[in-house]
T-cell receptor, first 114, second 111 residues
């Protein structure tokens, strides 16, 4: 399968713990996006990378959230000191390059904070 | 603040019916509008629309964009139970380089 992959698919954690998710984009795509989706809502943009540079961050991304894409390939999203309100599906998407608006989504990581 | 409103939020029809899903938007630096289908997991890409009045078709699905009135519609003819999903509309804000999604329309097709 050469699509976007995410790991883990499900994560249950206790409030206050740190969690890290990984996203592997489609190999020739140099743009990578993170979205968060809660039940009954559409995905909400969190941040995006062009190669290894993080170019845009939503105000939804509090200082407990950090994302990296160190070599311009896979990306990680870390949430520190998780709260119950962080429970959501975290979706990663990739697109070919600037000017290519079509984004292709991974299966998501479902986070449950207890 | 960017805004996307989809209607209806929920729709239940019988197999074989035709449905029309609506998306209205107010997005700064608009460039294109994308439609996605979301079943239990990841949204899957359906269409990208950039020009007004030009219908895009894929099988029983078609979509059109009106950039003057700021809306798009997605039509599905001869619906099948496999069309049951949430349909998401996402205008692209080229200033922030992001898709802005609506709440989605949950479509249920009963046999």
């Amino acid at each position: 399968d050469t699509g976007v992959s995410q790991d883990p698919r499900h994560k249950i954690t206790k409030r206050g713990q740190n969690v890290t998710f990984r996203c592997d984009p489609i190999s020739e795509h140099n743009r990578l996006y993170w979205y968060r989706q809660t039940l009954g809502q559409g995905p909400e943009f969190l941040t995006y990378f062009q190669n290894e540079a993080q170019l845009e961050k939503s105000r939804l991304l509090s200082d407990r959230f950090s994302a990296e894409r160190p070599k311009g390939s896979f990306s990680t999203l870390e949430i520190q000191r998780t709260e119950q309100g962080d429970s959501a599906m975290y979706l990663c998407a990739s697109s070919l390059a600037r000017g290519h608006d079509e984004q292709y989504f991974g299966p998501g990581t479902r986070l449950t904070v207890t | 603040e960017d805004k996307v409103v989809q209607s209806p939020l929920s729709l239940v029809v019988h197999e074989g019916d035709t449905v029309t899903l609506n998306c209205s938007y107010e997005v700064t630096n608009f460039r294109s509008l994308l439609w996605y289908k979301q079943e239990k997991k990841a949204p899957t890409f359906l269409f990208m629309l950039t020009s007004s009045g030009i219908e895009k078709k894929s099988g029983r699905l078609s979509s059109i964009l009106d950039k003057k009135e700021l809306f798009s519609i997605l039509n599905i003819t001869a619906t099948q139970t496999g069309d049951s999903a949430v349909y998401l509309c996402g205008p692209y804000n080229q200033g922030a380089q992001k898709l802005v999604f609506g709440q989605g329309t949950r479509l249920t097709i009963n046999p």
